[in-house]
């Protein structure tokens, strides 16, 4: 089957004519969406970044010939997905809290060496963390997600690995502690450590402020610890503090670290970030992608989203839930093409799928063809012309905002073709870290003019190899693309 010129037999039903030709505009449109949950997103009421902990056994707490007896025994904890803030909750991110609840200010609310807008709030009591978080929609991590999300699949001792000074990237300053050689007498601004980043993406979380969990603090809670999902004890007389401060010394900024503090009492060295639940998995039979609710998502799902494309009124085919229907609804119908929503129901994605924009021109050309398709019914043609006409303005929409999009893997070698985009001409590297955050390649793309580089041929190659030439082993890593003064990370899985 040619794709500019579709030939169907007559004898083919119109239900796998309809799949497959929608398979084959699917092929052309060059989208990618996975089914797991999205590995960051932005939340809402907040405008918080957050980051994706994935559902898993780890290991909290160190050996008891190593550590505080608080600390100990080291244990697994079998955690369920959750997002963390990227960054502490920053001043300017509390101000608006106040502002829409009347919460009274935190101490050294007025200190102009604490309260700049992109530094962490600090003054605040364990009641104050709660009541933002209850704010936002969020909650307080729990001291095992706080520990985890720190230390990683490891773990580590600090969220960059297992030396406080070690090399990252050609830095060994990976955190905010006490005295000035970091470049900061107290406080910093939020993210100003990239390298000491955790393996899940969050900053932050050695140094800078200490921060208030949700649970009740027990010196002895680790000798009878649940495995499932830990909360602590169900009282005590103070609430738990993580990830030391700006006036704190490196081993009391180690991620396994427990301290505590009444929750009426606050410091200029305390401040917290939030967490909060992944959303539930669909219902049996009520997927979002499948629009009519029939049971199954097929042909008449895609024509409920285009006949209301682009619709601010439209009562279905908003699929994403993000106010109105557009290519992303189109994107994850086609995912979940021809599933059954009646049997295991999939994970509602958090994010907009990353769409392949080099792909737009031969869109447009394939719909114009298949407008005129034999066999098909007025109304999926008039659904075809209408993405047609889309499609083509939005090809001519401007690029506003350089981004940083999901690689492409090969999967069966260890390798990927790395996407972007520039708003602005810029000299452009993609560097490439293994978990513990060592820096293993640099790709120097050169001097690049605005443009869309996500065709696979114009995208960023990596070979899977490090800067030995040695072939990197499967697992996770990370990308980084600095665009002049932008830079954005993602996190990436290769497999051999």
Same mark, same amino acid.
């Given at each position: 089957?040619?794709?500019?010129?579709?030939?169907?037999?007559?004898?083919?039903?119109?239900?796998?004519?309809?799949?497959?030709? /929608?398979?084959?505009?699917?092929?052309?449109?060059?989208?990618?969406?996975?089914?797991?949950?999205?590995?960051?997103?932005?939340?809402?009421?907040?405008?918080?970044?957050?980051?994706?902990?994935?559902?898993?056994?780890?290991?909290?707490?160190? $050996?008891?010939?190593? +550590?505080?007896?608080?600390?100990?025994?080291?244990?697994? &904890?079998?955690?369920?997905?959750?997002?963390?803030?990227?960054?502490?909750?920053?001043?300017?991110?509390?101000?608006?809290?106040?502002?829409?609840?009347?919460?009274?200010?935190?101490?050294?609310?007025?200190?102009?060496?604490?309260?700049?807008?992109?530094?962490?709030?600090? @003054?605040?009591?364990?009641?104050?963390?709660?009541?933002?978080?209850? !704010?936002?929609?969020?909650?307080?991590?729990?001291?095992?997600?706080?520990?985890?999300?720190?230390?990683?699949?490891? #773990?580590?001792?600090?969220? /960059?690995?297992?030396?406080?000074?070690?090399? %990252?990237?050609?830095?060994?300053?990976?955190?905010?502690?006490?005295?000035?050689?970091?470049?900061?007498?107290?406080?910093?601004?939020?993210?100003?450590?990239?390298?000491?980043? +955790?393996?899940?993406? &969050?900053?932050?979380?050695?140094?800078?402020?200490?921060?208030?969990?949700?649970?009740?603090?027990?010196?002895?809670?680790?000798?009878?610890?649940?495995?499932?999902?830990?909360?602590?004890?169900?009282?005590?007389?103070?609430?738990?503090?993580?990830?030391? =401060? !700006?006036?704190?010394? #490196?081993?009391?900024?180690? =991620?396994?670290?427990?301290? =505590?503090?009444?929750?009426? *009492?606050?410091?200029?060295?305390? @401040?917290?970030?939030?967490?909060?639940?992944?959303?539930?998995? #669909?219902?049996?039979?009520?997927?979002?992608?499948?629009?009519?609710?029939?049971?199954?998502?097929?042909?008449?799902?895609?024509?409920?989203?285009?006949?209301?494309?682009?619709?601010?009124?439209?009562?279905?085919?908003? &699929?994403?839930?993000?106010?109105?229907?557009?290519?992303?609804?189109?994107?994850? %119908?086609?995912?979940?093409?021809?599933?059954?929503?009646?049997?295991? $129901?999939?994970?509602?994605?958090?994010?907009?799928?990353?769409?392949?924009?080099?792909?737009?021109?031969?869109?447009?050309?394939?719909?114009?063809?298949?407008?005129?398709?034999?066999?098909?019914?007025?109304?999926?043609?008039?659904?075809?012309?209408?993405?047609?006409?889309?499609?083509?303005?939005?090809?001519?929409?401007?690029?506003?905002?350089?981004? *940083?999009?999901?690689?492409?893997?090969?999967?069966?070698?260890?390798?990927?073709?790395?996407?972007?985009?520039?708003?602005?001409?810029?000299? &452009?590297?993609?560097?490439?870290?293994?978990?513990?955050?060592?820096?293993?390649?640099?790709?120097?793309? @050169?001097?690049?003019? #605005?443009?869309?580089?996500?065709?696979?041929?114009?995208?960023?190659?990596?070979?899977?190899?490090?800067?030995?030439?040695?072939?990197?082993?499967?697992?996770?890593?990370?990308?980084?693309?600095?665009?002049?003064?932008?830079?954005?990370?993602?996190?990436?899985?290769?497999?051999?």
């Amino acid at each position: 089957m040619e794709n500019d010129n579709p030939r169907w037999s007559t004898s083919m039903n119109e239900t796998m004519k309809n799949r497959l030709l /929608w398979w084959g505009l699917m092929l052309l449109l060059g989208v990618q969406q996975s089914i797991a949950r999205d590995t960051e997103m932005i939340h809402e009421k907040d405008n918080a970044r957050m980051h994706l902990v994935p559902a898993g056994e780890y290991i909290m707490g160190t $050996p008891e010939e190593v +550590s505080r007896s608080d600390e100990s025994p080291a244990h697994a &904890v079998r955690l369920d997905p959750f997002y963390l803030d990227q960054f502490e909750v920053t001043n300017a991110q509390y101000e608006q809290f106040m502002a829409e609840t009347d919460h009274p200010a935190p101490l050294f609310w007025e200190d102009l060496q604490l309260n700049q807008p992109d530094y962490p709030v600090v @003054g605040v009591t364990w009641d104050d963390a709660k009541a933002y978080a209850d !704010w936002a929609g969020k909650r307080l991590p729990t001291e095992a997600e706080w520990e985890i999300a720190a230390r990683g699949s490891d #773990p580590r001792e600090f969220p /960059w690995g297992n030396a406080f000074d070690e090399d %990252v990237d050609g830095e060994t300053i990976h955190a905010n502690i006490a005295g000035d050689v970091d470049g900061f007498e107290l406080t910093a601004p939020v993210g100003s450590f990239p390298t000491g980043a +955790s393996e899940f993406g &969050v900053h932050d979380m050695a140094g800078n402020v200490m921060e208030w969990v949700a649970d009740w603090y027990d010196p002895e809670y680790y000798k009878e610890s649940p495995v499932a999902n830990p909360t602590g004890p169900i009282s005590g007389l103070g609430r738990v503090l993580r990830g030391g =401060s !700006w006036g704190d010394m #490196p081993d009391e900024v180690r =991620s396994a670290k427990r301290r =505590s503090l009444l929750a009426n *009492l606050a410091d200029r060295t305390i @401040g917290f970030r939030c967490a909060l639940d992944t959303p539930e998995e #669909p219902t049996q039979g009520n997927a979002p992608w499948d629009v009519d609710n029939n049971g199954t998502v097929n042909i008449l799902d895609l024509v409920l989203v285009g006949s209301n494309f682009g619709n601010p009124n439209a009562t279905a085919g908003d &699929v994403d839930g993000n106010g109105r229907v557009d290519i992303f609804d189109l994107v994850l %119908v086609a995912n979940h093409f021809g599933e059954r929503t009646d049997a295991s $129901p999939q994970v509602r994605s958090l994010q907009a799928p990353a769409l392949n924009f080099d792909a737009l021109p031969r869109l447009h050309a394939a719909l114009a063809a298949l407008e005129s398709a034999p066999h098909l019914s007025a109304e999926i043609r008039r659904v075809f012309e209408h993405l047609r006409r889309w499609v083509a303005n939005y090809h001519a929409r401007p690029i506003t905002r350089t981004q *940083l999009f999901a690689n492409y893997p090969n999967p069966f070698n260890p390798e990927t073709w790395i996407p972007f985009q520039l708003a602005h001409a810029a000299e &452009v590297t993609i560097q490439i870290y293994d978990v513990t955050g060592k820096r293993i390649r640099q790709l120097n793309l @050169g001097d690049l003019e #605005p443009g869309i580089y996500t065709m696979r041929e114009q995208s960023a190659y990596w070979n899977g190899r490090d800067a030995s030439g040695d072939a990197v082993a499967s697992g996770i890593y990370f990308y980084r693309l600095r665009a002049g003064a932008f830079q954005a990370t993602r996190r990436m899985l290769l497999l051999k």
